[in-house]
């Protein structure tokens, strides 16, 4: 039998779950070193003789690929093919809008619709900053979700999102990513875990991608929790255009090449002083651009 076209569905380091045209899932195998098929990646796939196994022959080209600069400064693709970001915060562990600010960055470099979660709002829902960073991302055109995947709240605004979509759901560990595909797959198919009473952290619990489909419509990939993220961004402008308001208002700014810092002239600037732009946001970008500019500099 000739290879015939299949999603990777899950990755198990160098083993996959595979979905076949005709909905069957089989398990896979990797041709050569070379290939390094991620979540969400279309390939060629064909079964081996005497073998459960199938062999993935062929990486089809991608869309696009969620990627991060992994500690050897070498670029790790976490999933390719998809069409919507969800990054989540929480309650627990304290939320890092940082975290999250840099996830919608990697969605605006790859031109994917994002949307905010705040999760186990039946913790708290009452904090201040939670509050003012909702409102602030509401304001500059994100749709901002607050639930609980708990009791179920807000939970069918989160299944609207992602109807007809392919979702990643990517945030801190701990924060209710697998609780969240487990309430809309309407059973425990995630594994979860508490978050840590001693440190407060999640325990990485979700140690492989994975994606499922939704009974309600679209498909989740459930992805690793982090400590922190990064994208990888190629230049300033795309720093720029991580932060959409700040693009906006740039076009505003005395130089064409103004970085929107310290320049004379700078609408940026100018619009985080009346509050019309977000200070938090302003020093969220101005560190992202620190860190891409400091990773193109050769050590
Ligand atoms: N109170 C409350 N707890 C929740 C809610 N959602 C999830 N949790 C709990 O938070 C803990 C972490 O949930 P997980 O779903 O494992 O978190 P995760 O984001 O998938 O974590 P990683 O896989 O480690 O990245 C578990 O104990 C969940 O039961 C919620 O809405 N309210
Ligand atoms: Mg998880
Ligand atoms: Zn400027």
């Not at 909702?134 to 179920?152: H, K, P, W």
């Not at 709240?153 to 299944?159: K, N, R, S």
């Amino acid at each position: 039998m000739s290879a015939i076209q299949a999603q990777v569905i899950a990755t198990f380091s160098r083993r996959m779950r595979l979905r076949l045209a005709d909905g069957g899932e089989v398990t896979a195998r990797i041709k050569g070193k070379r290939l390094r098929p991620v979540c969400g990646d279309r390939v060629d796939a064909e079964p081996i003789a005497n073998e459960s196994d199938w062999l993935i022959t062929r990486v089809l080209e991608r869309d696009n690929a969620l990627t991060r600069p992994n500690l050897r400064g070498q670029t790790e693709v976490l999933a390719a093919n998809i069409d919507m970001l969800i990054a989540v915060a929480a309650a627990t562990p304290d939320p890092d809008w940082f975290i999250i600010d840099r996830y919608l960055a990697a969605a605006e470099d790859l031109g994917v619709d994002a949307v905010v979660v705040f999760n186990k709002t039946d913790i708290d829902d009452t904090s201040q900053s939670t509050t003012t960073a909702l409102d602030d991302y509401r304001q500059i055109g994100y749709q901002a979700i607050s639930c609980s995947a708990r009791l179920g709240d807000g939970m069918d605004e989160i299944q609207n999102a992602v109807a007809n979509q392919t979702a990643i759901i990517v945030g801190q560990s701990g924060v209710g990513k697998s609780s969240m595909i487990n309430f809309l797959m309407g059973g425990e198919q995630q594994k979860t875990a508490d978050v840590s009473s001693k440190s407060g952290e999640g325990k990485h619990t979700t140690v492989n991608s994975v994606m499922l489909e939704l009974p309600g419509g679209g498909r989740v990939i459930d992805s690793p929790g982090v400590r922190d993220f990064a994208p990888a961004l190629e230049s300033a402008a795309s720093v720029i255009g991580g932060y959409r308001e700040i693009e906006k208002a740039g076009h505003d700014c005395r130089f064409a090449n103004c970085r929107h810092l310290r320049e004379p002239g700078c609408a940026v600037k100018a619009a985080v002083e009346t509050g019309a732009i977000s200070a938090r946001r302003h020093e969220s970008y101005r560190r992202l651009l620190n860190l891409t500019e400091k990773l193109e500099q050769p050590t």
